[in-house]
């Protein structure tokens, strides 16, 4: 079975720090892996794609095949980062598409 | 260009009730999923359309339906509700399997 595991629910970091969320995936296959994000009172949106390697909002992510991880960091975090934060891959294979999401992480940035 | 629509926003239904959430997906979209949000199960795959032909189901029970129309428009239905069916259904389109999701706001279904 699919599985992703973020193993922290609630992340609290001031300011300027470093943060980093942590995911974990046991799939099958070569999934597409995703970051959403759900801002107070916003709907969820993507915030970042393994394929792209983009950095969006300060934000990467780097995929781990050996460890089956793809944490998501940040150098320097802002308040306005404060949101829900899921893990999510993708089954791509053939014509089957849905996104199987970790339980999420809430990440406070304390002023 | 406008986003993803669910509507009702909320709803309000008894045991044993049945009920049906619609999804209006982005213009052009063809793929439309659907998740259960609750706050002890997290986000769950419901199911997902491709061209009026569903593609992939998760685990739930048959009373979890859906269907979707030839504007790509979908509607989810669930008949004899359980109080455990309470939670925020989110409806995500996208353009093509493995591009990014788009979700709606929810609806929210509150079964008493």
């Known amino acids: 079975a699919q599985r992703v595991t973020q193993p922290e629910k609630l992340l609290s970091v001031f300011k300027g720090a470093p943060v980093e969320l942590k995911c974990n995936y046991s799939?099958?296959?070569?999934?597409?892996l995703f970051w959403y994000v759900q801002y107070s009172r916003q709907r969820l949106q993507l915030l970042l794609r393994?394929?792209s390697r983009e950095s969006i909002k300060g934000f990467t992510a780097d995929l781990n095949k050996g460890e089956t991880s793809f944490h998501l960091k940040k150098p320097f975090a802002q308040e306005e980062d404060s949101a829900m934060y899921y893990c999510?891959?993708?089954?791509?294979?053939?014509?089957?598409?849905?996104?199987?999401f970790g339980k999420g992480t809430l990440l406070t940035v304390n002023p | 260009k406008a986003g993803v629509t669910q509507t009702p926003r909320y709803l309000i239904k008894t045991r044993g009730q049945q009920v049906t959430l619609s999804c209006s997906p982005i213009?052009?979209?063809?793929?439309v999923s659907w998740y259960q949000q609750t706050p002890g199960q997290g986000l769950q795959f419901l199911f997902e359309?491709?061209?009026?032909?569903?593609?992939n189901k998760g685990n739930f029970p048959g009373r979890f339906s859906g269907r979707q129309f030839s504007n790509s428009r979908s509607e989810m239905n669930v008949s004899t509700l359980e109080l455990g069916d309470s939670a925020l259904y989110l409806c995500?389109?996208?353009?093509?399997?493995?591009?990014?999701?788009?979700f709606g706001q929810g609806t929210r279904l509150t079964v008493v």
């Open positions: 995500a389109s996208s353009l093509m399997q493995n591009t990014e999701a788009f």
């Open positions: 799939y099958s296959g070569s999934p597409e």
């Open positions: 393994h394929i």
């Open positions: 999510a891959p993708s089954d791509g294979g053939g014509s089957n598409y849905k996104l199987t």
């Open positions: 213009s052009g979209h063809r793929s």
């Open positions: 359309y491709f061209s009026e032909t569903q593609r």
